[in-house]
């Protein structure tokens, strides 16, 4: 059972969680494990800025008389920049088999073996379709760390900083994203190759850093109790915990946790009795995250400022991501203290608000539309992608990190990530065709099409996702047991009893059932006497 912990917002830090419950050695391990995500978004961020960069337009696009610039053609942006999601998708899928193999940390090294060949390729591309195949090969190991980092911080954090820690997994996506940015704006200027060659090249320090890291990144201590390592899981436990009884009792949880789930960790039995719930969950929450425009904003935000009109597009960029890593910063600590459902809820109201008010203003052409709309219209914009940052993006890694079960967690993470990044391969794909001239011509009314997905979330996160704030993972493997309502789970962690009470109570009431049922085998049946 999690240890209790403030339930004040606004109480002192001293007495939060992540002050009393996180050891030194946790927090190393838990910016260690994000070195892999620093790409995830450095890559998003790099690319839609290269696109309508000048020197790349005029090396890989075709000049148009008509606007005297070099621009990608759509085929091209659809390609370059929906083939890379497909590479996602596989390591999502490659994941699982990874993972639960060799365990969290070698496929760490795994993934940064791949990270380096990947980024070599890029940098030494002489064509469009080679940058292409490299970006490609770059979103394989970004896919294996979408699926993998997560849920590694998630088997190591405690109970009550669990949404916290996985947090920082985002806050270095975003971090990513501000470098790309910034490095962005200082070579977009630039008429040689070095523009965006640069660019591509920096992503070669994530990886690295995350090898140099290995050596005191320790495996996780569930995936230890799995494999039937406990020692080897208590003694890296209580180098994460404050005291070695909190470790102890920890692995006893686990323990039980692991005996009361009888099956085999098999794909199929994501799908049986009270995993499928689970399933669900943890699958659509990162569906309903892909369509509500992100795969479109990380690909085409310059091109869709220029669609505005705007003309200080790179410096926008740099401040939207400057903003949202300081926000991200200022509120990693939110998912608990105010919980997971608020957050989301706020999350999507926010998000189909503004995004309905930019598609509204905008107006379809972007030469009859005023000035003061299109500041209306960036400002909505800003404040989508800010909310989506503190939102959606962060809580949409934590829900298939901490829902499913131990022996299932990787295989869920693998199949929710994989769900997420098929639904961003297909609007990385449509987008182009749907607001571009020539195609579907929506222009910016595409932004009405994305907050009908963000109105779809408000409603299942109402009726479908239960809070699960200061849950142990082995208290949610007994909530799902005890199939409680969505609204119930904030109550049952206040007032139940924890897992091993469960298990052994279950024990119990077998034992009592098998000594009845011996009881009614062994009376002995009187025959009646016959006259």
């Known amino acids: 059972m999690s240890a209790p912990t403030s339930s004040k ?118 064509s469009f379709w080679q940058i292409i195949i490299g970006r490609f090969l770059n979103y394989i190991p970004m896919g294996m760390a979408g699926a993998l980092v997560p849920v590694y911080q998630s088997e190591c954090a405690p109970a009550s900083c669990r949404g916290s820690m996985i947090t920082v997994f985002t806050w270095t ?9 910034g490095i962005v704006f200082n070579t977009h200027k630039l008429k040689s190759e070095a523009a965006y060659k640069i660019v591509m090249g920096v992503q070669l320090i994530f990886p690295i850093l995350l090898l140099s890291a290995l050596p005191w990144i320790p495996e996780t201590p569930r995936w230890l109790c ?34 009361m789930h009888n099956d085999d960790g098999k794909w199929i039995d994501l799908f049986r009795g009270t995993n499928l719930r689970r399933t669900i969950i943890a699958i ?27 003309t200080n597009q790179y410096l926008l960029s740099l401040l939207l991501q400057a903003v949202i890593l300081i926000m991200v910063t200022l509120l990693f600590w939110a998912p608990d203290k105010i919980g997971r459902r608020p957050m989301m809820l706020a999350g999507s109201i926010t998000m189909f608000t503004t995004m309905y008010i930019t598609a509204g203003v905008s107006g379809h052409n972007s030469a009859e539309t005023s000035t003061t709309r299109k500041q209306v219209a960036v400002g909505m914009l800003f404040i989508w992608a ?34 997420q990044q ?64 969505t609204r119930q789970f904030g109550k049952a962690l206040r007032g139940q009893h924890g897992i091993q009470e469960f298990v052994i109570e279950g024990q119990i009431k077998d034992i009592e059932m098998a000594e009845e049922k011996k009881k009614m085998d062994t009376v002995t049946v009187v025959p009646q006497s016959v006259d």
């Not at 996506?173 to 940015?181: I, N, V, Y």
């Not at 989506?388 to 693998?414: D, H």
């Not at 065709?433 to 408000?458: K, L, R, T, V």
């Open 173 to 181: 996506c975003d971090a990513g994203a501000l470098l790309a940015s």
């Open 422 to 485: 098929t639904g961003g391969l297909i609007i990385t794909f449509i987008s182009p065709y749907m607001q571009n001239a020539g195609y579907g011509n929506m222009g910016p009314y595409i932004g009405f099409f994305f907050g009908a997905f963000s109105f779809m979330g408000i409603i299942f996160v109402w009726f479908c996702y239960p809070e699960t704030k200061g849950a142990s993972i082995e208290d949610l493997d007994l909530f799902f047991a005890q199939r409680l309502p």
């Open 226 to 259: 799995m494999k039937g390592r406990r020692e080897e899981a208590l003694t890296i436990l209580k180098t994460l915990r404050k005291t070695p009884e909190t470790a102890e009792l920890e692995i006893l949880d686990i323990e039980a946790s692991l005996e």
């Open 9 to 126: 917002v606004f109480s002192h830090p001293k007495t939060w969680a992540l002050w009393t419950d996180m050891t030194a050695r946790g927090w190393q391990v838990a910016l260690y494990a994000s070195f892999g995500a620093m790409i995830f978004g450095y890559d998003t961020a790099w690319w839609s800025g290269v696109l309508g960069m000048p020197a790349f337009t005029s090396r890989f696009g075709v000049y148009n008389p008509t606007t005297k610039a070099y621009s990608i053609a759509a085929p091209l942006q659809s390609s370059g920049s929906g083939i890379p999601t497909a590479g996602r998708i596989i390591g999502s899928i490659v994941t699982p088999f990874v993972a639960d193999r060799i365990g969290r940390r070698w496929c760490m090294f795994v993934m940064s073996i791949l990270f380096i060949i990947a980024i070599i390729i890029e940098v030494t591309a002489q």
């Open 284 to 310: 659509t929450l990162p569906t309903i995250e892909a369509w509500q425009g992100q795969s479109f904003m990380g690909n085409y935000l310059i091109v869709f400022l220029i669609s505005l009109g705007v």
């Open 386 to 419: 800010i909310t989506y940052a503190c939102t959606w993006q962060t809580l949409g890694f934590i829900a298939p990190a901490e829902i499913p079960t131990t022996k299932l967690k990787t295989k869920t993470g693998g199949i929710a990530y994989f769900t």
